[in-house]
């Protein structure tokens, strides 16, 4: 193996984030010259050898019990989502990588049914490695009016949110406290990353994030791990102006790998109006493309936002 992997990764960052004070030590040594905690101090909260956590840390090591990762876990002050992170950090290191190239996300009729009876909020459907795999006329004016509607539709052009986030510009401008949003899709990812280390696509995204977002790069070396629940974020919308919405994931049982991101705002608040006129835009622009026989457009005011690399959002 190559390096430490994504286990040793997730371990050096997590301890590189306590201090001797954090877990109860007293640092009466000579300066430090390591972040955090050093390995020995680690392997002695954790009751395990130094060389043995060493291994761990240096990917050399694949076999960790239950039980040493919970001393792992508790000397490491990891919370419930860390440490469900830890264990299937671990459990894909006992076992090689299958490196087949996954078939692309499908739809479900159920879930599709669903979608469309949700149509009075911005709704839309992500699959595991955040690719839009459907959004309802309303989810798509509040959060991408500037691509194509139909773009979800073709596997091979269908959005990725976090692709999105980090490299498209409207997005960005879309969300007043960007770097709270940015934080939680990263913390996402790192859950989708856990659950399929052998996932080439995810992978290459990842690689892609990497390579062409300094802001990615930092968020994704602090190794947090989250899951996007729930959280209310103010949006500076191209057509509505401000509006305050909070966004709800929710599971969906027969295709447990997907999602579904609603926007609601709170009865009679400036923010339900501000739906309301753009679920009025929305409608007509809708209507008048079914009457000439054309796809519909995005508005006039976010046309401008085609000259963002609106096809490299849009692939896989």
């Given at each position: 193996m190559n390096?430490?992997?994504?286990?040793?990764?997730?371990?050096?960052?997590?301890?590189?984030r306590?201090?001797?004070e954090?877990?109860?030590?007293?640092?009466?040594?000579?300066?430090?010259?390591?972040?955090?905690?050093r390995?020995?101090?680690l392997?002695?909260l954790?009751?395990?050898?130094?060389?043995?956590?060493?291994?761990?840390?240096?990917?050399?090591?694949?076999?960790?019990?239950?039980?040493?990762?919970?001393?792992?876990?508790?000397?490491?002050?990891?919370?419930?989502?860390?440490?469900?992170?830890?264990?299937?950090?671990?459990?894909?290191?006992?076992?090689?990588p299958?490196?087949?190239?996954?078939?692309?996300?499908k739809?479900?009729?159920?879930?599709?049914?669903?979608?469309r009876?949700?149509?009075?909020?911005?709704a839309?459907?992500?699959?595991?490695?955040?690719?839009?795999?459907?959004?309802?006329?309303?989810?798509?004016?509040l959060?991408?009016?500037?691509?194509?509607?139909?773009?979800?539709?073709?596997?091979?052009?269908?959005?990725?949110?976090?692709?999105?986030?980090?490299?498209?510009?409207?997005?960005?401008?879309?969300?007043?406290?960007?770097?709270?949003?940015?934080?939680?899709?990263?913390g996402?990812?790192?859950?989708?990353?856990?659950?399929?280390?052998?996932?080439?696509?995810?992978?290459?995204?990842?690689?892609?994030?990497?390579?062409?977002?300094?802001?990615?790069?930092?968020?994704w070396?602090?190794?947090?791990?989250?899951?996007?629940?729930?959280?209310?974020?103010?949006?500076?919308?191209?057509?509505?102006?401000?509006?305050?919405?909070?966004?709800?994931?929710?599971?969906?049982?027969?295709?447990?790998?997907?999602?579904?991101?609603?926007?609601?705002?709170?009865?009679?608040?400036?923010?339900?109006?501000?739906?309301a006129?753009?679920?009025?835009?929305?409608?007509?622009?809708?209507?008048?493309?079914?009457?000439?026989?054309?796809?519909?457009k995005?508005?006039?005011?976010?046309?401008?936002?085609?000259?963002?690399p609106?096809?490299?959002?849009?692939?896989?």
């Open positions: 390096g430490p992997g994504p286990l040793g990764a997730f371990l050096q960052a997590r301890r590189a306590l201090r001797p954090d877990v109860g030590l007293r640092d009466l040594g000579p300066r430090r010259r390591v972040a955090g905690l390995r020995e101090e392997a002695e954790a009751g395990v050898s130094v060389s043995y956590y060493a291994r761990l840390e240096q990917g050399q090591s694949r076999g960790a019990s239950a039980e040493v990762l919970d001393a792992i876990g508790r000397a490491l002050l990891l919370d419930d989502h860390e440490r469900e992170h830890l264990d299937r950090l671990a459990g894909a290191a006992r076992h090689a299958r490196l087949r190239r996954p078939r692309p996300e739809l479900a009729d159920e879930t599709r049914d669903l979608l009876a949700v149509d009075a909020v911005p839309i459907v992500l699959g595991r490695r955040t690719d839009v795999l459907a959004w309802n006329t309303l989810g798509h004016a959060l991408a009016g500037h691509l194509d509607f139909l773009g979800p539709d073709a596997p091979a052009r269908r959005p990725n949110m976090s692709r999105m986030l980090f490299l498209d510009p409207h997005c960005q401008e879309l969300y007043a406290d960007w770097k709270r949003k940015a934080r939680a899709v990263v996402n990812l790192r859950i989708a990353v856990g659950r399929h280390p052998e996932d080439p696509l995810l992978a290459e995204l990842i690689g892609e994030l990497t390579m062409k977002s300094p802001e990615f790069v930092a968020l070396g602090d190794h947090r791990v989250a899951p996007c629940d729930a959280a209310a974020y103010e949006l500076h919308h191209p057509v509505v102006g401000t509006v305050t919405v909070t966004q709800q994931t929710l599971s969906i049982a027969r295709s447990p790998e997907q999602a579904l991101i609603v926007c609601t705002t709170p009865a009679g608040s400036s923010s339900d109006e501000a739906l006129l753009l679920r009025q835009a929305s409608g007509s622009r809708a209507r008048h493309a079914d009457s000439v026989g054309v796809p519909e995005p508005h006039r005011h976010v046309q401008a936002a085609r000259k963002v609106g096809e490299e959002m849009t692939r896989r």
